[in-house]
């Protein structure tokens, strides 16, 4: 199965601030099928990417997703308060679909 | 869209469980209905999918022999099953509503989550 490293582990930055979020996968993804999800303590993960560069309904543009292959990046332009939590990628290029082991936004 | 799932349960080892995830909102019986589940601080983990129009399975090999998820279009629920549970199914088991065409996908809707604590 195709096993995807999300780096860093943890990001402390302030509000205001740009986060950058990598998944790295163990194979080529043909398709670009990568997603990315933000999830909050308490509730399910909330989709924000498909498709590695396409945002989900309701998503503001300072979502954005990159890349190709085997490297893909989440980009978040200004962090603002509602964004720290943590967000997971999503291959769903080859079965059985799998998750990264999550990167955490916390407040510095 | 709302998927709507069964509340906490707690059981001992050996026992089973099954969840229960009630759809509303879409044409039931057109899309894939896919099982996760996360431990606690841990990675979301694929369990999954049922085809809510012919009830063909796909199940990861890890749960495979011991889970068994169906739908039920009359009432447009999806039910997971997992048997012979051991401590560490301990997890939040989600319920994710798939694509229309595409068995494996990503996933737009999930249900608020179930915990299952499996405990002596």
């Known amino acids: 199965e195709i096993v995807l490293t999300q780096s860093p582990g943890t990001l402390s930055l302030s509000p205001g601030e740009r986060a950058t979020l990598s998944c790295r996968a163990t194979?080529?993804?043909?398709?670009?099928?990568l997603a990315w999800y933000q999830q909050k303590p308490g509730q399910a993960p909330s989709l924000l990417i498909y498709?590695?560069?396409s945002r989900a309904t309701g998503i503001p543009d300072r979502f954005s997703g990159s890349g190709s292959g085997t490297d893909f990046t989440l980009t978040i332009s200004r962090l603002e308060a509602e964004d720290f939590a943590v967000y997971y990628c999503?291959?769903?290029?080859?079965?059985?679909?799998?998750f990264g082991q999550g990167t955490k936004v916390e407040i510095k | 869209v709302q998927l709507v799932q069964s509340g906490a349960e707690v059981k001992k080892p050996g026992a089973s469980v099954k969840v229960s995830c009630k759809a509303s909102?879409?044409?039931?019986?057109?899309?894939?209905i896919n099982w996760l589940r996360q431990a606690p601080g841990h990675e979301i983990e694929w369990l999954g999918w049922?085809?809510?129009?012919?009830?063909?399975?796909n199940y990861a090999q890890k749960v495979q022999g011991r889970v068994t998820m169906t739908t039920d279009r009359s009432t447009t629920t999806a039910y997971m099953e997992l048997r012979s549970l051991r401590s560490e199914d301990t997890a939040v088991y989600y319920c994710?509503?798939?694509?229309?065409?595409?068995?494996?996908?990503?996933?737009?809707?999930w249900g608020q989550g179930t915990l299952v604590t499996v405990s002596s």
């Open positions: 194979q080529s993804l043909s398709s670009k099928y």
């Open positions: 049922v085809s809510a129009y012919n009830g063909n399975t």
């Open positions: 999503q291959q769903y290029d080859t079965s059985p679909g799998t």
């Open positions: 498709g590695a560069s």
């Open positions: 994710a509503r798939g694509d229309d065409w595409n068995s494996l996908w990503y996933f737009e809707y």
């Open positions: 909102g879409y044409t039931f019986n057109g899309y894939y």
